[in-house]
């Protein structure tokens, strides 16, 4: 397990926390705690209680949608320095999908509860952080959107 | 300036006459089906004398002029590439074998001489040499460059333009300064009708003096000539400017006019047809029912077409507007850039001959002003 | 009459005859013909392309895929999808087939010397880039970074797969694939091909773009590495595609704008393309 420390260190040197203030990482370490998951395990799983968020410091973790009758469908695959998860924003709290680790991948994970407490008691990094998802989301969505076009040309 | 000789219509006819006894298929024009076109011509008496053209966005008529003039008219339907260019051209044809291709032997492509070709046809010529012209040794058309070095040309400068002749604007006419073998300029001296000939080759010069005795002309019939085309010059039916035309175009790719256009233009190609210097083909394929013998044809195609930008399934010039932005800003625009001139030569046919009387010239003016909408409805026609 | 098999070019559009020597299918709807030119070797860059004709049935653009420094024999990968490309499909060792070119720019090989060559496919689009990687792989010194980045439909559409297995384990190349869609059995990447390119170490002023695909992916792929990493568009190149049906200019077919792809491209830097995308129909 990381230090205090180094797990500040860790996450200031994430490029989704860039620029952000001492104080404000400081207030987000507050609230995480490194963990590893083993290869082929779930990071959280569609439907479940979407009580973290994470960063993926290394490691890979594939996003999966349960299709009964076509196994499980990879939707995308995140990889290290990308936020994964943002079920935890909004009610009801749940992951729209799952998240298997390819490798054995270690995660930065910050409580639910208490991130959102702290975004909420400090609107500026509260705010700054929903900026920052946001981004992450739009970007994300694009991503999907392209995947659902015949970007390759593969249709015959 | 070679010397100026002068006849009646006795030499014009003599000369047709040496022109085929040198092994030429003359072609000159006829009146076909109630119009002007290029076909085989045996003497004087086939040319359409005394017959003229009215031409307006959308219409043409011939008309009986009333006097004896033998090229008292201008273009019609037809230009030269029907016979350098044909609609259709065998390009290859052959066997296949364990060992190979066998190739049939290509006909000799035939000697022609083209009689009456107007300055702007000449300068289209001109700008077809250099779309097929060659950078490597090998032609790009081997058929169309024997063909072209072997036809003779006999032009005739433009003393009465036509309703829709811009070539002034182009720099292509109303006078041949080169690219002929003889050139002809009708005129009417004294009541008599009097053709000013002069030679632009050695090859010219060789006919003309066959055709000997011919007068030399006098000071008092260049002068008219000089003057009816110097009138002419100045008599044109359209103008276009082309000052800064290209850069123009290129910038107003997404002007929302294009589409507006596409409400009046039916996709038909006849602009693409009647052009001296449309130059778009495809290639047809046919095979024998036993599959042995396999032959490839070039024929006209049109960027007006849905077909011509089909690629993996589905157009990449699906509007109509899209396609009649392409034709225009290649005629004049980029046209430039690939060949160094621009590749219209003011003939004025592609507004003749569009059935809804969509005017080149008017359409880049309305670029030119920034007209965003084309509000013209109406056709056009002699009132 | 004459044989054939000793071209008679009569002019440029006249199509010598090569052999197919061997035919495999490399994908459910893709396969590769193996042709060996008349006269014993056939000189191409990386890039280039030819018009191949099936007999009697019509001609089509393909680029090379094979390396450029194997002469003896050409490799045409080509993908089913009219009549021309089922024809070619069809054909058996022995069978011959008609060849125009090679026609077209290259890709800047030389460029690139001395650069991080970003190598970037998508579909089938990864053929003409192939004879690019052969050549920096067999002039592995001449270049700096050599990076592979492929994107496909699914793990079943990943077109020479067995090589790019093959450089990914190589320590001097770095190659990544990534698939639209998969299942749990794929432990590959998923996502564009786009979302690779954070993932690879370059220097973004010293590297030079090679990006084929079709124009949404070298579109979007190209405004990536201008915006996300801050490359010149004079860096990345793109291979553009139309139906040709002449190689040589005559035939109007393949302009773009004021380009005829086939003699001005078919690679073109994206400055020469990038502002004709953004205009429909053009």
């Not at chain 1, 909004?90 to 407490?117: G, K, M």
């Amino acid at each position: 397990m990381m230090t205090e420390e180094t797990l500040t260190k860790t996450v200031a040197e994430q490029s989704f926390f860039s620029g952000l203030r001492d104080d404000q990482i400081e207030q987000l370490v507050a609230v995480a705690t490194e963990i590893m998951v083993p290869a082929g395990k779930p990071v959280f799983e569609e439907g479940g209680f979407a009580d973290s968020a994470y960063v993926i410091i290394a490691g890979r973790v594939a996003l999966e949608l349960d299709i009964s009758h076509r196994a499980h469908h990879i939707v995308q695959t995140l990889h290290e320095g990308e936020v994964l998860g943002w079920g935890w924003l909004f009610p009801p709290y749940r992951w729209s999908f799952s998240a298997l680790a390819l490798d054995e991948t270690r995660l930065i994970r910050f409580d639910a509860e208490q991130l959102r407490a702290t975004h909420e008691g400090d609107c500026e990094l509260g705010y700054e952080m929903m900026k920052r998802f946001a981004r992450v989301m739009t970007s994300r969505l694009a991503a999907t959107r392209l995947q659902l076009v015949d970007f390759y040309g593969n249709t015959h | 300036m070679s010397e100026m000789f002068v006849s009646g219509q006795s030499g014009i006819g003599r000369l047709i006459q040496a022109l085929a006894e040198r092994g030429h298929r003359v072609i000159g024009p006829i009146v076909r089906n109630e119009a002007l076109v290029y076909d085989e011509i045996g003497g004087v008496e086939d040319l359409p004398r005394g017959w003229t053209d009215l031409q307006e966005p959308g219409r043409y008529r011939l008309e009986q002029r009333g006097d004896e003039k033998l090229f008292g008219y201008v273009v019609g339907p037809h230009s030269w590439k029907q016979y350098l260019n044909p609609p259709e051209t065998v390009l290859w044809s052959g066997t296949i074998s364990p060992e190979g291709f066998m190739t049939d032997p290509m006909p000799e492509p035939p000697k022609y001489a083209f009689f009456g070709v107007r300055p702007c046809e000449l300068a289209a010529m001109q700008v077809l040499d250099t779309v097929y012209g060659s950078d490597n040794g090998t032609p790009a058309m081997a058929g169309r460059s024997a063909q072209r070095e072997q036809t003779f040309i006999v032009a005739v400068n433009c003393v009465e333009p036509g309703g829709n002749c811009f070539c002034v604007s182009m720099d292509t006419g109303p006078t041949a300064n080169s690219g002929y073998d003889i050139s002809i300029t009708e005129i009417v001296h004294h009541g008599n009708m009097r053709y000013l000939i002069e030679s632009g080759t050695d090859a010219g010069a060789e006919v003309l003096a066959e055709l000997a005795p011919l007068e030399n002309a006098s000071d008092d019939e260049v002068q008219t000539r000089d003057g009816l085309l110097a009138e002419a010059a100045a008599s044109m039916g359209k103008t276009l400017d082309t000052e800064d035309l290209a850069d123009l175009l290129k910038g107003n790719a997404l002007n929302p006019r294009w589409e507006s256009i596409a409400d009046r233009c039916l996709a038909c190609a006849n602009c693409t047809l009647v052009c001296p210097t449309c130059f778009c083909n495809t290639v047809d394929d046919n095979l024998s029912l036993d599959g042995t013998h396999a032959t490839r044809t070039r024929k006209w195609d049109s960027c007006f077409t849905l077909g011509f930008s089909y690629m993996h399934g589905r157009p990449m010039r699906e509007s109509v507007g899209a396609r009649y932005r392409q034709w225009i800003t290649h005629k004049l625009a980029t046209w430039i850039d690939q060949f160094g001139e621009m590749g219209c030569v003011g003939c004025g046919r592609c507004i003749t001959w569009c059935p809804v009387g969509i005017d080149i010239t008017a359409e880049a003016e309305a670029i030119r002003r920034g007209d965003l909408r084309d509000t013209q409805v109406r056709i056009g026609g002699f009132a | 009459m004459e044989t054939l098999t000793e071209p008679v070019v009569i002019d440029q559009m006249t199509p010598t005859p090569f052999r197919v020597r061997s035919a495999r299918e490399e994908l459910s709807h893709t396969f590769t013909l193996e042709l060996e030119p008349p006269n014993g070797d056939f000189v191409f860059k990386p890039g280039q392309f030819v018009m191949i004709y099936a007999f009697g049935i019509g001609e089509v653009p393909i680029s090379i895929s094979s390396s450029p420094a194997r002469e003896a024999t050409i490799l045409l990968t080509i993908r089913r999808t009219g009549a021309v490309t089922h024809a070619l499909g069809r054909l058996k060792p022995g069978d011959f087939v008609g060849i125009r070119g090679p026609y077209g720019t290259p890709w800047p090989m030389e460029e690139a010397e001395g650069r991080d060559l970003l190598i970037i496919g998508g579909g089938i689009g990864l053929a003409p880039l192939r004879p690019a990687i052969y050549h920096a792989m067999e002039n592995r010194d001449k270049y700096e970074r050599v990076i592979v980045l492929y994107g496909t439909r699914t793990p079943d559409d990943i077109l020479f797969q067995a090589q790019l297995e093959r450089f990914s384990a190589r320590t001097d190349v770095t190659s990544l694939v990534t698939v639209d869609a998969a299942d749990r059995g794929w432990r590959g990447s998923v996502g564009v091909v786009t979302r690779l390119i954070g993932r690879v170490g370059f220097e973004p002023a010293n590297t030079t773009a090679m990006v084929c695909g079709p124009e949404i992916m070298m579109t979007v792929t190209a405004e990536r590495l201008m915006e996300g990493h801050s490359m010149a568009p004079e860096n990345i190149y793109v291979t553009m595609e139309r139906n040709m049906k002449c190689g040589i200019g005559v035939c109007g077919h393949c302009q773009f704008g004021p380009k005829f792809i086939c003699t001005d491209g078919a690679v073109f830097p994206y400055t020469e393309v990038g502002e004709l995308f953004d205009i429909k129909g053009v």
